[in-house]
């Protein structure tokens, strides 16, 4: 059995999950002849839309803006304003390319399977809801016949990991192309750098930091619900707040500079402890905040080689604002990220000591165009054009379990191994694909509108 048909198999053979910038499924696929899967009878792919928010519409206008044809043709989401300001924005910007009836826009939690079901067989599904419900359109789209596009991250928990990297391998066994919102990976400058780093220009990396440091941002920090819209679609709403819906601020805001800075070292790291906390509980307004997060977290990962990764985040008004990324080496360092998650540009420096006489090389000022979110479309297309195995899953999988292993380790205050992380038992929301608009929250509300929060050191074997 190949590393790659086997989920379980998945720790003991390291070298299969290096971070390098092949896809690995591309690897699985390397022998094996599959269909062509390219929507037959048409050079104009349809998509549709699923999850119509912020990102959804700039993930479809960056589809739309790419050479091969493509037409929006179907959307769903659980609020219709949502999907309405969607369309009407999407539309404004490609008319021509939006085809969207009113009995293709669907509202609901079985949106998504209406949605699919207006696409043909290697059309696009794009799912840019909050990750609890990956799996569950991912599942779909396979049945379909479906290529995909999905946001990062794509799992908080150990079940639907593991559930992913086996949807992941029966998605390249069906020759479909799936790319995942990891942009950094797609960003010209921090290729090049990937590149001049494996050929050892800041020689072997010893340690690597993130830090993603900012205000109070998104639905990180919720008041009490106050009673409408429902539960579960409040909680969706404010899903940086719950753990189940998006793995919380951790999973959702450094996802990228975990992800970018495992690549650079080619393999993901084996365990990590964290220390965080959360300073005020009281909002402005007098009221109690009731989300899941804590507002620090200092995570120090461990690679197999011993080499560490220290991500620091921070959501607190009026503290020091750091968004970057570094990697340092025997011989040198690296700017990675000079700012945001993947924002250029990045550079290289002889020392310690990134100052302007040290520089080895600086990526292409940053007006060149190089904007990432337009590169992961336009990489996928091609794929799809040219029938490229192109599969991002496993690595998008890894990329959510290793933040989530910070994140737990940090709510527990416990050493967490990527194994234990893995193999963990609890499932944040078990019925995601079983939702409708009247089923209960993941979690509940106390008599006093708490929800069930993380207690470093006291529960040490669940989050919470
Ligand atoms: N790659 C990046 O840089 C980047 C940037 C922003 C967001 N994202 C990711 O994109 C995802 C969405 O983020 P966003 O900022 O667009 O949030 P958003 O709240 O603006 O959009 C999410 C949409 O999904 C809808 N939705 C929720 N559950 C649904 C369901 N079961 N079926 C259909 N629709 C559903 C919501 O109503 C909402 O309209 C998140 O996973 C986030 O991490 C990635």
Redesign the pocket.
């Known amino acids: 059995m190949t590393p790659s048909s086997d989920p379980t198999s998945i720790l003991s053979r390291r070298d299969f999950f290096k971070a390098s910038g092949l896809t690995i499924g591309a690897s699985a696929l390397a022998n094996v002849k599959v269909p062509h899967v390219f929507a037959q009878g048409s050079d104009q792919l349809r998509i549709a839309l ?7 519409t700039g993930a479809v206008v960056n589809a739309l803006g790419q050479k091969m044809s493509m037409k929006l043709v179907a959307m ?4 219709q304003q ?1 999907l309405d300001n969607s369309y009407k924005s999407i539309k404004a910007k490609f008319p021509d390319q939006v085809d969207v009836s009113d009995d293709h826009k669907f509202i609901g ?1 079985d ?2 399977k209406h949605a699919m079901d207006c696409l043909r067989k290697g059309d696009i599904a794009i799912f ?4 609890a ?1 990956r799996w569950v359109h991912f599942k779909y789209a396979i049945e379909k016949g479906l290529n995909v596009f999905m ?3 794509l799992t908080a928990d150990g079940p639907t990991s593991r559930r992913m990297l086996e949807l992941a391998k029966q998605a390249s066994a069906k020759n479909l192309k799936v790319g995942v ?1 990891l ?1 950094s990976r797609h960003s010209h400058a921090m290729q090049e750098l990937h590149k001049r780093i494996q050929d050892g220009e800041i020689g072997e990396i010893n340690f690597m930091r993130g830090y993603r440091m900012q205000g109070i941002i998104g639905s990180a920090f919720s008041e009490p619900w106050s009673g409408e819209p429902k539960e579960l679609l409040w909680q ?2 404010r ?1 940086h707040s719950f753990l189940w819906a ?1 793995g919380g601020a951790f999973s ?1 805001f450094y996802v ?1 500079h975990v992800d970018h800075l495992c690549w650079l070292k080619n393999s993901w790291p084996v365990k990590c402890h964290g220390v965080g906390g959360r300073t005020f509980r009281t909002a402005p307004s007098g009221k109690p905040y009731v989300d899941q997060n804590l507002d620090s977290y200092s995570v120090e990962y461990t690679f197999q080689d011993g080499t560490k990764l220290f991500m620091d985040g921070r959501c607190m008004n009026g503290a020091l604002p750091i968004y970057s990324s570094y990697a340092h080496g025997s011989k040198g360092m690296a700017i990675v990220s000079k700012s945001g ?1 993947c924002g250029r540009p990045s550079s290289t420096y002889k020392g310690q000591n990134p100052s302007k006489e040290n520089m080895l090389w600086t990526s292409p000022d940053p007006k060149v165009a190089d904007d990432p979110y337009f590169n992961e479309w336009e990489d996928l297309t091609d794929a799809i054009r040219n029938d490229k195995p192109y599969n991002e899953v496993e690595r998008g999988v890894m990329a959510s379990l290793v933040t989530s292993m910070g994140r737990y380790a940090t709510h527990t205050a416990q050493e967490v191994t990527l194994d234990e992380m893995l193999n963990h038992e609890h499932e944040y929301a078990p019925d995601a694909d079983k ?1 409708t608009m009247d089923s209960p929250a993941p979690v509940l509300a106390d008599a006093n509108g708490l929800y069930p929060v993380p207690e470093p050191g006291r529960k040490t074997k669940r989050e919470y």
């Open positions: 699923i999850g119509c928010g912020g990102r959804g769903a989401d659980v609020f949502k939690f949106g998504y840019t809801t909050p990750l419900f946001e990062k991250p919102g942009m969706l709403s899903f998006s959702d990228h998650d939702f």
